[in-house]
Structures are given as C-alpha cells and as structure tokens.
C-alpha cells in the first residue's frame, strides 16, 4: 500500500483536506511555520509519526531541518500532559479546527472558528500540474 493509500484510509480524500494543508505539502517549500502546521494537521489526526514523515517527503523533500522539526513537535505534544493549547489542527473527522491538549486533557476542545471560513480540497486555483502528479502516484 502506498503511503497516499495509508493516509487517505486513516483520515479521508485528500479532496476533503484544508486547503492550506494541501498547499503546504504538494506545492510550496517548506518552511518553519508550513512544517508545524503539518505536524499539527497529522498529529492531531492521529497519523503515526513515520508515516507523516515518509508522506511529507515523498511530496515536499524537506530539510532535515524540517524532518527533525516534525519530529520535536510529535515528540513535545505526545509527551505532555498538564499543557493546554499547544496547537490546532483541522479535525477530519468532525470537519472543525479542534486544540492539541496534553494527554491530561486529551478531551475535544474545539477552536471557536467558523468551519465555514475554512477552504477545503484543491479549489479551481490549484495548480493541475500538482495534481496530475498525485492522481499519477495514486493510480501507480
């Protein structure tokens, strides 16, 4: 099974993604900010931490920089306990923003976000290069 086929069984479409997520993985170079919020969207969706990093490289050839990156903020988030807040992601399966709590408080807390303001999937303005290239890897 490919990594994509893993993913999107776990969590859904790539079609139902957040835009923003699917921009910063398939399109635009990484930076500190696009890797946290990468780490946010599969952490909190409960992605295992090597399949987050082998999808993020097989679509976005980060740094090691940004892999180690990734890897500090699943470490960080998995081993808190008393923390609030540390982070939000898009919640797949209630389609909301939702906070990455510490495991003393792992119940839902959801971000007061209007869920309609969020863009989902790739949208008429994503790139049809970009996504040739993921239907081809996903038919391979």
């Known amino acids: ?14 079609h139902n993604w957040p835009h923003d997520i699917l921009t910063y993985i398939f399109f635009i170079r990484p930076s500190i900010f696009t ?3 990468i780490a946010s969207f599969f952490f909190g969706n409960k ?19 940004n892999i180690e990156l ?26 909301r923003l939702e906070y990455i709590n510490g495991y003393d408080h792992d ?17 008429d303005s994503f790139p049809y290069n970009v996504r040739h290239r993921i239907e081809y890897r996903r038919s391979g």
């Not at 890897?71 to 797949?92: A, E, G, I, L, V």
């Open 1 to 14: 099974m490919s990594i994509l086929s893993f993913i999107e069984t776990k969590i859904g479409s790539l």
């Open 70 to 95: 990734l890897c500090k903020k699943y470490d960080t988030w998995h081993r808190q306990q008393r923390f609030k807040h540390m982070s939000w992601y898009y919640n797949m399966s209630i389609g």
């Open 35 to 37: 890797t946290i919020e």
């Open 107 to 123: 119940q839902m807390e959801i971000v007061d976000e209007d869920p309609t303001g969020i863009k989902i999937g790739f949208g």
């Open 47 to 65: 992605i295992p931490r090597e399949a987050a990093i082998e999808f993020f490289q097989e679509y976005n050839h980060p740094s090691s920089q």
